[in-house]
């Protein structure tokens, strides 16, 4: 029950979050009366604060009121304000967090909660046991709060609904104003450095004083995100160095990246050929045009072998694309030229012949060699083309990193509505696709039961390069993560990040599974109790089917490959080519790993050799979980699978984002002409935003004003994303959410004409903007990579089209 974090006993931290969910998690607010006076004034506040203005105008009076200028008082000023509380109420609290049950209580509900199964489902999605029930003693009064703060944004009250009587009744409360330095969010009063700029160690992870985080270690200090991202990109180089590429036909390549540059085969175009439909000549006109005893009903020349030499002073018929005979000067397009039936061919008087034109010269486009693409470019249907045209059969590729997702929790539903206290999975249909559009091959999402033995024995037979859990990574007694690690003799890469959402992801590298290994497997484990009822979802145990085929539990199959081919590998579902790596010490030896569960040391102690794996864990709230799949898996899976780095895309904010005091929030956008519009729906266990959203704004801590310029991370199935295309489903587009603005924003007409502004640029807005500035810098990456920047694509003798 000890939080794992020691910032997660904070009352400073409880109360951020509280109030950033309330902020963000409030429910779409319905027409109401216009306010008036105070309460306007009121309700400006809460609006601003939820929509994360920094700076609402505020009345003289309500200065005075704001007590201390410090950061506590500023968070519970702004807590209070999310609450609805009156400056009165506010004070009335016991300072030492009497209201707020202190951070044993707090911490003590929150994971109790978690892992009640039957009561977190609901409690989570309610909003109402965040700021009631969770707290001993708060009960009446905070539900009351929140009550009266939702319905003076006109919003649905979840009962209570006397306190919303009494607030349209009662004299408009005074609203307490957050005091504030001029020029926030930089004069947050706890001010903590732009994750950004803090000098980070991109190198190996050793190096990096958040990486390898002894798992004896309890208390640490989350990895700054941007750290994270570094740590994650640099965790599997070895790997990625030692795969051997797989060469797949052109038919099978599409999505993959190239592990070699693509150099040409032959020469572009390979010889001479006429770039358009009309007469080769021979010197100037006009030309004799060969009769139909010399044609032999050959007329016209087109893809056939080597024509006959043509004299000066004659022309023959050619089609576009033909080989142009030997001796050819230049190509007549049709309609500049005239036959008319005397055996003599004149050019219009308009179009004077230029030697050359029309004629595209053998190796114009690349010379035999040249490099036509660098190492990691991913395959798209153009990149195919390119390759059969220099003459590629199957190309090189890297193989695709397998990844295997573990879903964690007994609450979980695979199908139906939700009841009892059970909700749906919703990770398990998301997780899986998400890895495979980040260029990973699945080979199954396996969902488990809350029970140790299952998740280490999932975790410790999985033969994937990369592991991904989601749930369970927090330090409730159902959260078996940590000790599973633990007990694998895992070594911690990352080990919580301070980002919101997503905290407890984390990243840990294990050993090799394969038959060399020679330390106690789970075989040999401590016994773990079967599951009632017998072996359960994914609970292998002895006898089980091999890892990486069909087993318990329910098991969404991965893509299946066909017709790749590894050299000197026995074929694609085999552990693979991958070579052991001397020099690699591999995963951390048991004795430094400290093992906390088994006096026998890690029970997964493996032999060193061999390629280690990774694994991921990501955070049970949904959107959490991708918050983790963006922090660790996709820099992660950008090196196994040889892709660079996304170029940077900043964009301005079309609104202000209310910022976490020390931790970097990632939050759903969607672009609007060039503006990143932060969506609503964005709480750490909602979907709703980033369903429809473009990307993820990187929001620093302290937060940022309307116009800042901040990071977007790409989806990877967005337009802009480096990578591979993946089937977009068009339903996101159609669904009802909708960028969060201003208070105004806040009428359904608003919202439609946003709504449809935002379909709009994704039709054809983003063309002009952001999209432009990443494919250009694709190109000049991929251009400087082939030394021809000068090379054009109509030549100076081939008119225009
Ligand atoms: N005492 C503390 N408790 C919690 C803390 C903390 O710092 N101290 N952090 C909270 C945060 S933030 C998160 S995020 C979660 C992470 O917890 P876990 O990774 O252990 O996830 P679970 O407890 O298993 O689930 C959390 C939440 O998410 C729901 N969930 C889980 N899996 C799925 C799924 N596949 N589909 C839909 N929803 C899922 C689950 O029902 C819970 O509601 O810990 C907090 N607690
Ligand atoms: O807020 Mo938790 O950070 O990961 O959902």
Known sequence: MTPRHPRDGDPLDREVDEALALANESPPAPERPAPSGQEEHWADVALDLANGRPDPPVPERSRGESGDPTGTDWVETALDLAHGRSGKQRKSRDPAGGEMAGGDGAGRDRAGRDRAGRDRAGRDKTGRDKTGADRPGGTGSLDDDVSMWRASLGQPTSGGTSARNTRSRGPAPQAPRPKRTPGAPGSHPHPHPHPQRTPSTPGTPASHPHAHSPMTEPHHSPTPWPDARAIAARAAVKEAAHTAPVMLPLSEALGQVLAAPLAALTDLPPFDTSAMD????????????????????HGILAGHGEAAPLPDGHAVRIATGARVPPGATAVLRSEYGTDAGDGWLHASPAHPVVLGQDIRTRGQECRSGDQLLPAGTLVTPAVLGLAAAAGYDELPTVRR????????????LTEGLPYDGRIRDALGPMVGPWLRALGAELSGTRRLADEADAVYAAVAESSADVVVTTGGTAAGPLDHVHPTLRRLGAELLVDGVAVRPGHPMLLARLAPVGPEREGSGPEDAEPGSPEPGGPGPGSPGRGSPAPGSPGPGSREPGSSGSGSREPGSPGRGSPGPRKPEPGNSGPARPESSGNAESPRGAEGRRSPSGPARHLVGLPGNPLAAVSGLL???????????GRPAPAPGPAPLAEAVQGHPRDTRLVPVAFRQDMAVPLRFNGPAMLRGIAVADGLAVIPPGGAKRGAEVEVLDLPWSASATGQATDTDPAADRSAGRPAGGAADRSADRAADRQGGRAADRQGGRA???VTDRRATGRVTGRHATGREDDEDISPQEGPA
Not at 278 to 297: F, Y
Not at 631 to 641: F, K, S, Y
């Open 768 to 770: 002009t903007g952001r």
């Open 401 to 412: 990193p397998r990844v295997e997702v573990l879903v964690l929790g007994d609450e979980l």
């Open 631 to 641: 922090t660790l898996a996709e820099p992660l899976l950008r090196t196994l699978t």
């Open 278 to 297: 009309g007469w080769a000549l021979s010197g100037p006109g006009p030309w004799r045009l060969p009769t139909d005893e010399e044609n032999q009903g």
